[in-house]
T-cell receptor, first 110, second 115 residues
Framework: KQEVTQIPAALSVPEGENLVLNCSFT??????LQWFRQDPGKGLTSLLL???SQREQTSGRLNASLDKSSGRSTLYIAASQPGDSATYLC?????????WGAGTKLIIKP | AAGVIQSPRHLIKEKRETATLKCYPI?????VYWYQQGPGQDPQFLIS???????DKGSIPDRFSAQQFSDYHSELNMSSLELGDSALYFC??????????????FGPGTRLTVT
C-alpha cells in the first residue's frame, strides 16, 4: 500500500530564504507526482507535475525533483515571499488515484 | 482557460438528509475523480470514472454513490448524512486514464456542513 510522508510538518522562515520541502513515498511504481498548494479553507492549486520518467520540473521560483528509485521528491522554493505562506501537499499518482501526504505548513515571515 | 466547475460551493444539511454535489470537468477531459478532505486532514480518494464507467473506488462509504453522465459531468450523491461527513469535497478531471500519467486538475471544492 502506497504511503506518502512529508517532512517537515511545519516550517517558518524569514522572507527571502531559499527552502526545501520533502516528500517520500513507499512504492516506486508511480505514474507521476504532483505538488499542490492549499491556502486555509481553500482549494488545491497544482504547482508542478513530474512524470515518472522525469527528474525535475521548474516553474518560476519553484523547482521540483523526483528520485523514483529512492522514493523521494523535493520542492525547492527560491527567494521566499510572504505570499508563499500556505500548506504544500505532495500527491503521488499510484494505481490511478492520488495518494496524499499530510502537507507542510509554510509560514514566511516579512 | 476553462477549469473544473463544482456546485454548489457551500452546502448546509442536517443529519440524515441527502446531498448531491455536481462536477463539470474541463472540456475534453474523460476522467473524473472525487476526493474528500476533512478538517485538518489530507484529501482522501473516494471514486473515479473514466468514459462514464466507474474505474476505481477508494474509501467511499456505502451511503454515497456517484455517476458520470453522457456529457461527462459527474454527481456525488450522499444519503443519511452524518456529522462526520462535514468536509471539503473536491472534484478533479484529467485526460486519459491508463498509462498516460495525466495531470489531475482540481475544482474549487464544495464545503459540506452537516448539523
Amino acid at each position: 500500500k502506497q504511503e506518502v510522508t512529508q517532512i517537515p510538518a511545519a516550517l517558518s522562515v524569514p522572507e527571502g530564504e531559499n527552502l526545501v520541502l520533502n516528500c517520500s513515498f513507499t512504492d516506486s511504481a508511480i505514474y507521476n507526482l504532483q505538488w499542490f498548494r492549499q491556502d486555509p479553507g481553500k482549494g488545491l492549486t497544482s504547482l508542478l507535475l513530474i512524470q515518472s520518467s522525469q527528474r525535475e520540473q521548474t516553474s518560476g521560483r519553484l523547482n521540483a525533483s523526483l528520485d523514483k528509485s529512492s522514493g523521494r521528491s523535493t520542492l525547492y522554493i527560491a527567494a521566499s515571499q510572504p505570499g508563499d505562506s500556505a500548506t504544500y501537499l505532495c500527491a503521488v499518482n499510484s494505481n490511478y488515484q492520488l495518494i496524499w501526504g499530510a502537507g507542510t505548513k509554510l509560514i514566511i515571515k516579512p | 482557460a476553462a477549469g473544473v466547475i463544482q456546485s454548489p460551493r457551500h452546502l448546509i444539511k442536517e443529519k440524515r438528509e441527502t446531498a448531491t454535489l455536481k462536477c463539470y470537468p474541463i472540456p475534453r477531459h474523460d476522467t473524473v475523480y472525487w476526493y474528500q478532505q476533512g478538517p485538518g486532514q489530507d484529501p482522501q480518494f473516494l471514486i473515479s470514472f473514466y468514459e462514464k464507467m466507474q474505474s476505481d473506488k477508494g474509501s467511499i462509504p456505502d451511503r454515497f454513490s456517484a455517476q458520470q453522465f453522457s456529457d461527462y459531468h459527474s454527481e456525488l450523491n450522499m444519503s443519511s448524512l452524518e456529522l462526520g461527513d462535514s468536509a471539503l469535497y473536491f472534484c478533479a478531471s484529467s485526460l486519459g486514464r491508463r498509462g498516460t500519467g495525466g495531470e489531475q486538475y482540481f475544482g474549487p471544492g464544495t464545503r459540506l456542513t452537516v448539523t
